[in-house]
């Protein structure tokens, strides 16, 4: 089993559709990491978060450190927002990443 | 502007050759990472270097070699001991006080002819 595993593994969507990515983990962490790749493989990041929820723009992330369980959210989603989302978590120096939810926002 | 250059950005190995992918940065960073991206898995860490003429194997150093006589360069050499070269790699820097905070570069795609 992953120690970090992400759901879906792809999702499609309509235009202004709201989106859920959901993060679980099984590794003690320092912090949860949110990032984003664009079709030409560049990764950005998106959120850093150890507790609670943040929010810039549209996009909403909510850590659960109870449950080890991390969400983002895609407030009316557009196809600009048509990436692989990754999740990441911080445990001592080391990043261990999910495998990626591709999403694809259609018009 | 400050970021991560990696480059080629596509790379074609023969059967038995080396290849070398270039990773520069201009953060000021010390610390240097190279990861390794498969379909449907995680990213996978392949070397790290925490200061100049330093670096520690991570999870799948097998078949791959670094060197770090630069604080702004970390080349990777893909070796022909590597049986499954293509994938997609990236490169990513962090000071050493917040190494979780990685910068990532946009990455080469390396294929087997």
């Known amino acids: 089993k992953n120690e970090v595993e992400q759901s879906p593994q792809n999702l499609t969507a309509q235009e202004g559709e709201f989106i859920t990515i959901n993060c679980s983990y099984s590794?003690?962490?320092?912090?949860l990491h949110w990032l984003q790749q664009h079709p030409g493989g560049g990764i950005v990041s998106l959120f850093m978060?150890?507790?609670g929820k943040k929010k810039h723009g549209r996009l909403i992330a909510t850590i659960n450190i109870q449950e080890k369980h991390s969400s983002l959210h895609i407030t009316a989603s557009h196809p600009r927002d048509s990436a692989v989302y990754i999740c990441?978590?911080?445990?001592?120096?080391?990043?261990?990443f999910g495998e990626g939810t591709q999403l694809t926002v259609n018009p | 502007d400050g970021g991560i250059t990696q480059s080629p950005k596509y790379l074609f190995r023969k059967e038995g050759q080396n290849v070398t992918l270039s990773c520069e940065q201009n953060?000021?960073?010390?610390?240097m990472y190279w990861y390794r991206q498969d379909p449907g898995q995680g990213l996978r860490l392949i070397y790290y270097?925490?200061?100049?003429?330093?670096?520690q194997k991570g999870d799948i150093a097998e078949g791959y070699s670094v060197s770090r006589e630069k604080k702004e360069s970390f080349p990777l050499t893909v070796t022909s001991a590597q049986k499954n070269p293509t994938a997609f790699y990236l490169c990513?820097?962090?000071?050493?006080?917040?190494?979780?905070?990685?910068?990532f570069g946009a990455g080469t795609r390396l294929s087997v002819l």
């Open positions: 990513a820097s962090s000071t050493t006080s917040a190494k979780n905070i990685q910068y």
């Open positions: 990441a978590v911080s445990s001592g120096s080391r990043l261990t």
């Open positions: 270097s925490q200061i100049v003429n330093d670096f």
């Open positions: 978060l150890s507790s």
């Open positions: 953060l000021n960073h010390d610390a």
């Open positions: 590794v003690g962490i320092s912090a």
